[in-house]
T-cell receptor
């Protein structure tokens, strides 16, 4: 089944803890993105990657880190430096070469214990 | 800076009552305007891409149109299963970033 898989669906973080959100795709898309969604706000870009071993900061990168070691995977780490991490996190992919729309996974909801 | 404004924030319709959602945008060199549907607790589901003024796309009860300043999502004879939040987004020229609006939450009552 082709698509984008985000895991876990729900995640809880303790104070001072780093947590990692997984995003895997089998669409063979070059570009991958991480967004944060908060009530009443549009999706905000955290990081994006257009090619393996390369990524760029988005609008709200502070307190987050990513890696892109494989085309299929783009994990997001929420570090203890992110003071307000409670949100719905969405991973997206797109085929940049043909300017196609982004397609999204079903998200991970992160809450603070 | 690219901007997207959606209105209304929320819309309540009776089943069968047609209406339109608005997406006003400011972008430097439009490379695409996108409509998505998002159900609670789910990721956005892609609906349409529009690339140039005058373009129209249809899917079942939904029709998207585009002018140089705004896009409309027309919903004809909606059903309760059309209830969702509809998101509009634009991609400008020279940069891969997509800017999203805050969405219109549609509720269709039987």
């Amino acid at each position: 089944d082709g698509g984008i898989t985000q895991s876990p669906k729900y995640l809880f973080r303790k104070e001072g803890q780093n947590v990692t959100l997984s995003c895997e795709q089998n669409l063979n898309h070059d570009a991958m993105y991480w967004y944060r969604q908060d009530p009443g706000q549009g999706l905000r870009l955290i990081y994006y990657s257009q090619i393996v071993n390369d990524f760029q900061k988005g609008d709200i990168a502070e307190g987050y880190s990513v890696s892109r070691e494989k085309k299929e995977s783009f994990p997001l780490t929420v570090t203890s430096a992110q003071k307000n991490p409670t949100a719905f996190y969405l991973c997206a992919t797109s085929n940049e070469r043909s300017n196609q729309p982004q397609h999204f996974g079903d998200g991970t909801r992160l809450s603070i214990l | 800076e690219d901007q997207v404004t959606q209105s209304p924030e929320a819309l309540r319709l009776q089943e069968g009552e047609s209406s339109s959602l608005n997406c006003s945008y400011t972008v430097s060199g439009l490379r695409g305007l996108f409509w998505y549907r998002q159900d609670p607790g789910k990721g956005p589901e892609f609906l349409f891409t529009l690339y140039s003024a005058g373009e129209e796309k249809e899917k079942e009860r939904l029709k998207a149109t585009l002018t140089k300043k705004e896009s409309f999502l027309h919903i004809t004879a909606p059903k309760p299963e059309d209830s969702a939040t509809y998101l509009c987004a634009v991609r400008g020229g020279g940069y891969q970033k997509v800017t999203f609006g805050t969405g219109t939450k549609l509720q269709v009552i039987p």
